[in-house]
């Protein structure tokens, strides 16, 4: 079955530093993965996927993403935090032709 | 740009009453998702349809329904509702072909009392 996993419950870092929110994934055949963020009382927005090609992808609002096959991860970054990326961030599988199987979140603080 | 449209944004139901949740797709997008976050807790998916078309189903109990109209919206029917129900319930919608992102509604917060 497809997995991911944030090992982190929550990121603090200090306006301008760049940020990592981590995760890893377990999958049988390639994987195709997503970032999303979740402001208080909001839908998920889409930051960026991977599904091939390049192992850096870039998205939306200067955050870009790494995949490393070797280490099976995707961890979601940005050079430069901003006190607005404060919020839920969640990593996510597709799983078969539909469904997206979500991590348990990560919660963004970022420190003016 | 158009953006998933979810009715009513607040539901406030009694234990073993029923509740209707409306999704309205972004236009020309084919597939809807549904999807209930319980406080706390990451999304997880219920159920999908394609074309009108049941499509993939999750953890959905069997007191909740849904379908896919003619013009594609869709509705989350829940019946005998308990308060372990008392999420947020996401729809999604995208195009089929390719791997598309899901793009997310804003929720209908559901509170069961």
């Known amino acids: 079955a497809q997995s991911v996993a944030q090992p982190e419950d929550q990121v603090n870092v200090a306006e301008g530093n760049p940020l990592t929110v981590k995760c890893t994934y377990s999958v049988s055949g390639n994987p195709y993965l997503f970032w999303y963020v979740q402001y208080p009382n909001r839908g998920l927005q889409f930051l960026l996927k991977y599904i091939t090609g390049d192992n850096l992808v870039k998205g939306s609002y200067g955050f870009e993403a790494e995949f490393n096959k070797s280490q099976t991860s995707f961890h979601l970054k940005k050079p430069s935090a901003l006190v607005s990326d404060s919020a839920l961030y969640f990593c996510a599988v597709r799983d078969g032709a539909d469904k997206l199987i979500f991590g348990t979140g990560t919660r963004l603080q970022v420190f003016p | 740009a158009a953006g998933v449209i979810q009715s009513p944004r607040h539901l406030i139901k009694e234990k073993r009453e029923t509740a209707t949740l409306k999704c309205y797709p972004i236009?020309?997008?084919?597939?809807v998702y549904w999807y209930q976050q319980g406080p706390g807790q990451d999304p997880q998916f219920l159920i999908s349809?394609?074309?009108?078309?049941?499509?993939d189903k999750g953890s959905i109990p069997d007191r909740f329904s849904a379908q896919q109209f003619s013009d594609y919206h869709s509705e989350l029917n829940m019946s005998s509702l308990e308060l372990g129900d008392s999420a947020l319930y996401f729809c999604a919608s995208s195009l089929r072909d390719g791997y598309y992102e899901q793009y997310f509604g804003p929720g209908t917060r559901l509170t069961v009392t």
């Open positions: 236009p020309r997008h084919d597939t």
């Open positions: 349809f394609y074309e009108k078309m049941q499509s």
